[in-house]
């Protein structure tokens, strides 16, 4: 099925399509291509908060989108992979069932599935600025991002009893 319409049935059902996903076998290019892709894609959705940033404070631009991707693109998927290891360690300590894989799967999935969300945050952040309508998209990412990594974790960590 095509990513986007496996993000799609994610908002539907998460824990289906990492189930499903899962049973593809475990291949750790897709997922480094699924942490990769939402991390650029983070990358993108701060680029219209980065260019009122430098509108407003008179700056340049550059500067500031090259940190972004620094930070987005470069950094986030390393912590991304210590913290899905430090789930695993103690998910599977306490469960004794899942694997490092699927731990980084249910969080890598719910970042990319995420992403509208971040998208739609990012959009606010450079049109309308800081503010109730900011605090509720990134609260709504927040909520969407968790709702899909703890329902990927209770797939990966219930079928392997």
Known sequence: ???SRDIAATYRGPGAVVRRLLALGPREDRALAFVMGACALMFVARLPALS???HLQETELNPLMGGALLGTVFILPLIL???AAVVHLVLGTVTKRGSGFGSRLALFWALLAAVPMA???GLTAGFVGPGPALALTGVLWAAVFFWFWISGLRVVYEASK
Do not use: D, S, T
């Open 1 to 3: 099925m095509a990513i």
């Open 119 to 121: 998208l739609l945050n």
């Open 52 to 54: 009122r940033q430098a």
């Open 81 to 83: 992979y210590v913290l």
